[in-house]
């Protein structure tokens, strides 16, 4: 026979088992809730914010501040054309966002100058714009003979001011015994005659 007090030890041997009403191994672990599930989607969304921002951040300094704006635009390979030509030409407003600048536009407006053959833009950050500028070989040419000619010219106008002096010198030293011969030496013999008389 079994009596009360056999029941009652049985039931807290049910209990520490995990049976019915009983928090076993099992059951702690079926009821208890991890450590660190609830913490995951709170740090992923902690690092897409994040992300966004930075990418907002990027996006806000390179499109509408006034740090990477442009402040000069430089001008190269030049020669028959002037570089205030070619930024007229380009028409880069001062201030405008280097990322709003439009290589392919402003070196098609630069290439609509006659001695210009091509261009290329590139940004030079923070604040800056260079146009490489090819010019028209024969335009090149053309333009270096034109220098020949004027520098041919420059040439013979300085020989031709300085021709009269240099035929003024030889005149003089040639004329310049026959008028000491003719003039001053007949009077110094007649002076020295009227002395001796």
Sequence with gaps: MTGPAGDVTQQGADQEAGGPGGLGADGAGRGAPAAGSGRTPWRAVFFALAAVAIVAGVAWALLE?????????????THLVTGAEVRSAAAIPPGLPLIRVNGATVAHRVEQIRQVQSARVSRNWPDG????????????AGWQNGVAR??????????????????????VLCTLPSFVLLAIVPLLLGALSSLHT
Excluded: K, N, Y
């Excluded at 501040?65 to 390979?77: M, N």
């Design 65 to 77: 501040s006034r740090f990477f704006v442009v402040r000069s635009v430089q001008v190269t390979g």
């Design 129 to 140: 714009i260079t146009i490489a500028v090819t010019e028209r070989t024969a335009e090149i």
């Design 150 to 171: 004027q520098q041919r010219r420059r040439d013979s106008d300085a020989a031709a001011r300085e021709l009269p002096v240099r035929l003024a010198v030889p005149l």
